[in-house]
C-alpha cells in the first residue's frame, strides 16, 4: 500500500475509534469519520474498509494481536505452574486487556468499543458468536479467549457452565473495563486491575443456589432441552 494511503488507512482507524468511543458505534456515519479524518477523498472510508463493519475489523485488529499474545502467555504460565488457579486464570483475562488503558494510541477507545460490542443484546453482529461461546474478536484473536474458555471450564461447577459462567466474566470484565476507559485517565489503575481480578474470579466460583437451577431445570425442559448436569464432585475453587 503506497505511503499516502496507509496515511488516510491510520487517520480514519483513529477518528473511528474517538467517534464511536465517544458517540457508540451505531451513532457514528461514515461520512463523519471521513470528514474527522480529514480525508481528501469524500469516499475514503468505503475505498479502504468497504463498509462499518470492515471499519471495526480494523479498530480490532489493530489492538487484539498484542491483546491475544499476552494472554496467551500468561496461560502458558499458567500450565507450566501445573495447578488449578482460577484467580490466575481471572488475571488472564483482565489483565491483557487492561494494559490497553495505559496505550496512547487508542487503547482506550477500543476498550469502550469492545464493551460495547461484547454487551450488545444479539453480540455479534461483527465479530462474536452465541451463548457461552460468545467471544468477541476475529476468529484468530479469540485463540485465546478459546483457550481461556477451555482451561476454565474444569474448574467450574457444571451448572455454572450451563449458565454459561464464563461468557458472564468475559462480558463483565469487558464492560468494566469500558466504563474505567471512559472515565479516565486514571493515577490508580493497578489497584482498580486488581479489583476487578478478584471480582471476575468471584464471577466463576461463586455457587449457583438451588432455586436458580430450579429455573434453569424449568427452562430446559420448556425448551425441550435435556437439563441438569451431573455435578461433579472436583470443581476447584481458587488457589
Same mark, same amino acid.
Given at each position: 500500500?503506497?505511503?499516502?494511503?496507509?496515511?488516510?488507512?491510520?487517520?480514519?482507524?483513529?477518528?473511528?475509534?474517538?467517534?464511536?468511543?465517544?458517540?457508540?458505534?451505531?451513532?457514528?456515519?461514515?461520512?463523519?469519520?471521513?470528514?474527522?479524518?480529514?480525508?481528501?477523498?469524500?469516499?475514503?472510508?468505503?475505498?479502504?474498509?468497504?463498509?462499518?463493519?470492515?471499519?471495526?475489523?480494523?479498530?480490532?485488529?489493530?489492538?487484539?494481536?498484542?491483546?491475544?499474545?499476552?494472554?496467551?502467555?500468561?496461560?502458558?504460565?499458567?500450565?507450566?505452574?501445573?495447578?488449578?488457579?482460577?484467580?490466575?486464570?481471572?488475571?488472564?483475562?483482565?489483565?491483557?486487556?487492561?494494559?490497553?488503558?495505559?496505550?496512547?494510541?487508542?487503547?482506550?477507545?477500543?476498550?469502550?468499543?469492545?464493551?460495547?460490542?461484547?454487551?450488545?443484546?444479539?453480540?455479534?453482529?461483527?465479530?462474536?458468536?452465541?451463548? &457461552?461461546? @460468545? =467471544?468477541?474478536?476475529?476468529?484468530? #484473536?479469540?485463540?485465546?479467549? $478459546? +483457550?481461556?474458555?477451555?482451561?476454565?471450564?474444569?474448574?467450574?461447577?457444571?451448572?455454572?457452565?450451563?449458565?454459561?459462567?464464563?461468557?458472564?466474566?468475559?462480558?463483565?470484565?469487558?464492560?468494566?473495563?469500558?466504563?474505567?476507559?471512559?472515565?479516565?485517565?486514571?493515577?490508580?489503575?493497578?489497584?482498580?486491575?486488581?479489583?476487578?481480578?478478584?471480582?471476575?474470579?468471584?464471577?466463576?466460583?461463586?455457587?449457583?443456589?438451588?432455586?436458580?437451577?430450579?429455573?434453569? &431445570?424449568? @427452562? =430446559?425442559?420448556?425448551?425441550?432441552? #435435556?437439563?441438569?448436569?451431573? $455435578? +461433579?464432585?472436583?470443581?476447584?475453587?481458587?488457589?
Amino acid at each position: 500500500m503506497p505511503r499516502s494511503s496507509l496515511t488516510t488507512r491510520t487517520r480514519l482507524i483513529t477518528a473511528a475509534e474517538e467517534l464511536f468511543a465517544e458517540r457508540g458505534i451505531d451513532a457514528v456515519s461514515l461520512r463523519e469519520i471521513n470528514r474527522a479524518s480529514g480525508a481528501r477523498n469524500a469516499v475514503a472510508v468505503q475505498y479502504h474498509f468497504e463498509d462499518r463493519a470492515g471499519v471495526i475489523r480494523a479498530i480490532l485488529d489493530k489492538h487484539r494481536g498484542a491483546v491475544d499474545a499476552a494472554r496467551h502467555l500468561m496461560l502458558d504460565g499458567y500450565e507450566q505452574a501445573g495447578r488449578p488457579d482460577l484467580r490466575g486464570l481471572a488475571e488472564a483475562l483482565v489483565v491483557p486487556s487492561a494494559t490497553k488503558l495505559a496505550d496512547l494510541d487508542g487503547g482506550p477507545a477500543y476498550l469502550q468499543i469492545n464493551s460495547e460490542l461484547v454487551n450488545r443484546p444479539q453480540a455479534g453482529s461483527v465479530d462474536s458468536g452465541s451463548s &457461552d461461546s @460468545r =467471544d468477541s474478536g476475529s476468529s484468530d #484473536s479469540r485463540d485465546s479467549i $478459546r +483457550r481461556w474458555r477451555s482451561l476454565v471450564e474444569p474448574l467450574l461447577d457444571p451448572e455454572a457452565t450451563r449458565l454459561h459462567r464464563r461468557f458472564t466474566a468475559i462480558r463483565f470484565s469487558a464492560a468494566e473495563l469500558g466504563r474505567r476507559a471512559a472515565s479516565g485517565p486514571h493515577t490508580d489503575d493497578r489497584l482498580f486491575i486488581s479489583h476487578l481480578v478478584d471480582l471476575v474470579t468471584a464471577i466463576l466460583v461463586a455457587p449457583v443456589s438451588e432455586q436458580t437451577v430450579r429455573l434453569a &431445570d424449568d @427452562r =430446559d425442559t420448556s425448551l425441550g432441552v #435435556s437439563s441438569r448436569a451431573t $455435578r +461433579r464432585p472436583e470443581a476447584v475453587e481458587p488457589s
